[in-house]
């Protein structure tokens, strides 16, 4: 299978993201702010299953999109040097 340069440079981003900001919230849940969840008394129930292992880092997502639970700073230098070679 032969992959264009754009999807790979996608997969790259999403990887890069995924161990800045975690997991996705669930669809309901992106794009609200941390009141507007709490008023409607939404709860991120993947971030229970889907824990990252070796531990995390609390790194708020601006946008809104993932839960703020990183990887560890040692796999995001690894993600980065994946994306260099």
């Not at 440079?9 to 669930?26: R, S």
């Not at 993947?46 to 560890?72: F, L, V």
Request: net charge negative; with cysteine.
């Amino acid at each position: 299978m032969e992959l264009s340069n754009s999807l790979l440079c996608t997969i790259f981003v999403e990887m890069e993201e995924l161990a800045d900001h975690g997991v996705t919230l669930p669809p309901n849940m992106q794009g609200l702010t941390d009141e507007q969840i709490e008023e409607l008394k939404l709860k991120d129930e993947w971030a229970e299953r889907c824990q990252p292992s070796g531990g995390h880092t609390q790194n708020k997502d601006e946008i809104g999109r993932r839960n703020g639970m990183g990887k560890n700073k040692f796999f995001l230098l690894f993600v980065q040097y994946v994306m260099l070679i």
